[in-house]
């Protein structure tokens, strides 16, 4: 029965959401795919780091950091070492990289991702960085080691699109897609339908968690453009800079532009786009406003969708509904089974 | 590189529209999958068999068929035979299954199947009937035989929905769904919204070829049942037969009705579902007023959506527009090549 090791490098809301789901997971694991693994290594931002060749304690690793001890607390754990140096020294089979996001070069993540393939172990995340930054590089590093690069949970957090195209649509060709892809203004949006001011609903979606405390990132259609980015450059194959993509954010909506929508029985949306042109793909995000008719209409709160057009299917659309780390954490769990299971 | 060689038994529109599909995208499957096939046998309905271990002039099967000709024409081409003599001489690799279905006992294509099966080739078909009928018996088969039974055009055309679970969401257990399937009802319950009256609808529904020249398979709801009864018994891995569905259908709905639910922003739609339990599963197929907020409302003419809640994720929604056979074959085509990919 194969058995893995693995690494997580980060443990915040997303790898402590993936450590639970392993744990819940660990026996059908084993009965329906004859998988069975052990967590070998893990690398906090500040609450120490814990390696042990013969698996470590995860519930004993989760009690200790939700209760904002230190792993040096576990036994045989290690004194805080550089990243690369944990991804090289904690005999995984699979690195989890869970770093915070650097959205203007991807660093340190592509560096962990790197240093994982270039070790023979596959690599997954929910980091775009990586992915908008140096997706060729690593896809073919992955493959000249004969391992996996997935990070299935950069886009709609754990709703299968990338592992569709890889596996469900064999020869199929994305000529377009839509969608709607951030869901912090998908909320706000909703939240001004109902009433708020512009700053109410940004204060709101801060409170619970949603938006930065700076949130001009998804305000702006950053957000929206490097997932716009992600995806164009994973599923059509044309490396595509969020800087590229024709980008208008939602700060220009008033609450009279909300109000008159609805009057008419319509709704702002921030729309993302993409299509496939003879030299390349042409992007864009933008608010728009949406009919009751079209799917997009009746995404709302944190769900999103995408509508994808191809040379096979007529229009194939996903939403996702309610999201949190706890999806993030399955798309990891399914990237792990995807990339190990023959 | 592998090489497969096809056997079509059934060249009606969707067989066809196979053949189309193949030809076009021959050159796709070798250059990205290192994929090559010969279509070894063909055996129609009414216009003759084709065999030839070498490989038949599929354009020219096409052309012969569609100018209500007949396949002796074909060199090396066989006088009509047996079908199970025909899958056991057509020299293939895999059988696609694409006979009329038989709703009571999903028969000749069950038998067909199996032959394909016990003979060691992998068998893909549209069909709905074997699965409702034999997918148990039918999948364990193949599996003595290291052999797959795929049938992703059973339900929602060529959308991915059995891949999708196979494939991409692994480790997930589906606790329910939800959905629009039957897209005949679908489009009459539109039609009667822009005035129609029902017997009207249907008469159009009946002109563009989407509904029988009885109706009631679609009307009474047992083709939708048929589809929950599919899905059940393959993803939720519970046997269901489409007369455990609890079944109402369209006919009782007036053009009253339909005003009605429109003078309130509201539609009805024939939605079917089914929900896990302790001691297996209960569905049902019924009429639902549906308002603006459910993605439900916005699929319309002969769209379908279905709606998973799982284990791991929250609400995913799968919907379909504008399928038709292409898009079945389409479906026909993902199967072979993740039948025989590695």
Redesign the interface.
């Known amino acids: 029965m194969p058995h893995y090791n693995l690494a997580l490098l980060g443990f915040g809301n997303v790898g402590r959401a993936l450590a639970r ?1 392993l744990l819940r ?1 660990q026996t ?2 084993k009965n ?2 004859g998988l069975t693994f052990a967590v070998t290594g893990i690398a906090t931002g500040r609450r120490g780091t814990a390696i042990d060749p013969n698996g470590l304690d995860l519930e004993r690793a989760l009690q200790i950091v939700e209760s904002n001890g230190n792993l040096s607390a576990i036994p045989n754990s290690q004194f805080p070492i550089p990243n690369l140096d944990f991804i090289r020294h904690a005999s995984a089979h699979i690195l989890f990289e869970n770093t915070p996001v650097a959205y203007d070069d991807g660093e340190p993540a592509i560096t962990h991702i790197r240093t994982a393939l270039e070790n023979g172990m596959h690599a997954v995340t929910a980091n775009k960085g990586p992915i908008v930054h140096a997706y060729h590089e690593l896809t073919a590093l992955a493959a000249r080691h004969g391992v996996h690069f997935y990070h299935e949970s950069t886009v709609m ?4 699109i990338f ?2 195209f890889r ?6 060709q994305l000529k377009s897609f839509r969608g709607i892809l951030n869901s912090t203004t998908n909320l706000i949006l909703g939240r001004m339908e109902n009433g708020a001011s512009f700053d109410e609903a940004v204060q709101y979606a801060q409170e619970i968690g949603i938006a930065e405390t700076d949130p001009s990132g998804d305000v702006d259609g950053w957000d929206a453009a490097i997932k716009v980015s992600a995806l164009a450059t994973v599923l059509m194959d044309v490396p595509l800079k969020p800087g590229q993509v024709d980008r208008t954010g939602i700060g220009g909506l008033t609450s009279g532009d909300i109000a008159q929508a609805q009057a008419a029985g319509k709704r702002w949306k921030l729309t993302c786009s993409a299509t496939r042109t003879d030299s390349g793909v042409t992007a864009r995000v933008a608010p728009e406003l949406i009919g ?4 997009l ?4 709160g944190t769900s999103s969708i995408v ?1 994808f057009e191809t040379d ?13 780390p ?2 993030t954490a ?1 798309g990891l ?2 990237d792990f ?2 990339a190990v ?2």
Chains 1, 2 share one sequence.
Do not use: M
């Not at 957090?157 to 299968?160: R, S, T």
């Not at 009751?292 to 799917?295: I, L, N, Q, W």
């Not at 229009?315 to 309610?322: I, R, T």
């Open positions: 789901l997971k059908e694991l329906r795919y957090d754990g709703a299968p592992s569709l596996g469900a649509l064999p020869a199929a009751p008719e079209s799917p209409f009746g995404v709302s509508q096979v299917l007529g229009q194939l659309s996903v939403v996702e509904d309610n999201p949190g706890h999806t399955y769990l399914a089974v995807n299971r023959i």
